[in-house]
Nanobody, 115 residues
Framework: QVQLVESGGGLVQAGGSLRLSCAASGMIFSINAMAWYRQAPGKQRELVAR???????DYAGSVKGRFTISRDVAKNTVFLRMNDLKPEDTAVYYC?????????WGQGTQVTVSS
């Protein structure tokens, strides 16, 4: 089994910042990529940001320039720094870890941005 423990969500005013963390443990052998997704009420889950084992990152267009994904390889931990948050960023944020033959999800952490 793989355990993903997320933290850092909460309520923030528009323009504020939050940092999400996701620590992976258990059956971790070779991580291909770690990513953050989000799902707002009534909408499909969408990719927010991804970082590969080579450190290559990509972002959804709506967050580019405001969010930064990073990782601590030794601790199998991924972070998402979110700046200049907007009400439309309100969603449940999920961590995802992709390895060969498996993909695991965290339980989700709520991010609410008030206007």
């Amino acid at each position: 089994q793989v355990q993903l423990v997320e933290s850092g969500g909460g309520l923030v005013q528009a323009g504020g910042s939050l940092r999400l963390s996701c620590a992976a443990s258990g059956m971790i052998f070779s991580i291909n990529a770690m990513a953050w997704y989000r799902q707002a009420p009534g909408k499909q889950r969408e990719l927010v940001a991804r970082i590969t084992s080579n450190g290559i990152t990509d972002y959804a267009g709506s967050v580019k320039g405001r969010f930064t994904i990073s990782r601590d390889v030794a601790k199998n931990t991924v972070f998402l720094r979110m700046n200049d948050l907007k009400p439309e960023d309100t969603a449940v944020y999920y961590c995802n870890v992709a390895q060969n033959r498996r993909s695991d999800w965290g339980q989700g952490t709520q991010v609410t941005v008030s206007s």
